[in-house]
């Protein structure tokens, strides 16, 4: 099967959706074992990490979420809250890649309750300053005005050219992508994307006070070559939680680790949920 075929199987084999105000949310549920609360990254379908979240359903359940076009971060805790009441989960790992880190910061701030550790990967502190809702609010303008078949042209060959893939699996991987962005994901997709990062900016529930009282543990998967992450964002999570995170070095498998070694990465991470 080719990558594309694998992301349909998966999601056909292992899918459900719930409804909550309104809204229908698809999530993957497999496995079995102590749970995982996995959040995707900025692609917004848990399917493009069909081989990792495999690996990971040897020893875990894992639960992930799709992400519909909402506009504010209280949609995300609603809907993740019945996601997980849904399936009978109280007590779980939190996981966040790329964009969902920045979810699941903002997720445990919410509730600190049941979570027994975050796993964090490509991704930094979500505790932004104001300044980043002017860069949020010129680009919701941007994708409102540009036609969309312009804007999904631009996503696919800027994330082609940010993360670029090798070339034994660059077509089935790209091919993977137009599918998804051209018929899958729309403007209000993207829209949301910045949305929900604004809404998080301005109501600021990442802060030090929201984990003063949660004791779970912080783990950071590191990679030397990935640009989402940086040097400076260690002392920035020691403040943010009020303790040093552990970290675990993934070397240079860069921001799309678990699409391109997934084997790898299901082990390093496996050792944050030991």
């Not at 081989?51 to 805790?77: K, Y």
């Not at 050219?161 to 962005?181: C, D, G, I, N, S």
Request: hydrophobic letters at 45%; glycine letters at 8%.
């Amino acid at each position: 099967m080719t990558v594309w075929e694998h992301m349909k199987d998966f999601s056909r084999r292992y899918g459900n959706s719930i409804t909550v105000n309104s809204t229908t949310w698809h999530y993957c549920r497999l496995g079995s074992g102590t749970p995982l609360f996995l959040l995707p990254g900025g692609l917004r379908r848990i399917s493009f990490g069909f081989a990792l979240l495999e690996r990971l359903a040897t020893r875990h359940v894992v639960i992930a979420p799709d992400f519909p076009p909402v506009q504010t971060i209280h949609e995300f805790f609603a809907a993740f809250d019945a996601i997980l009441q849904a399936e009978g989960i109280t007590n779980f790992a939190l996981g966040g890649q790329s964009y969902g880190g920045l979810l699941a910061q903002a997720y445990l701030a919410y509730r600190t309750q049941g979570v027994e550790r975050l796993v964090l990967s490509s991704t930094g502190p979500a505790n932004y300053g104001k300044v980043w809702l002017v860069a949020d609010y010129a680009a919701i303008g941007l994708v409102r005005l540009i036609p969309e078949r312009i804007i999904k042209k631009l996503l696919v060959g800027g994330l082609l050219k940010a993360v670029p893939l090798p070339e034994p699996v660059r077509a089935e991987w790209t091919e993977a992508l137009h599918q998804v962005v051209d018929h899958d994901l729309s403007r209000a997709d993207i829209v949301s994307h910045f949305a929900v990062a604004a809404d998080l900016i301005r109501r600021n529930p990442v802060n030090p006070a929201a984990y003063r009282n949660w004791t779970g543990r912080i783990i950071v998967l590191k990679a030397d070559n990935d640009p989402s992450q940086s040097p400076k964002d260690f002392p920035r999570y020691e403040k943010l939680f009020g303790r040093p995170v552990e970290v675990i070095d993934m070397g240079n498998m860069s921001h799309i680790a678990p699409i391109l070694y997934p084997d790898k990465y299901a082990e390093l991470y496996e050792q944050a949920l030991v």
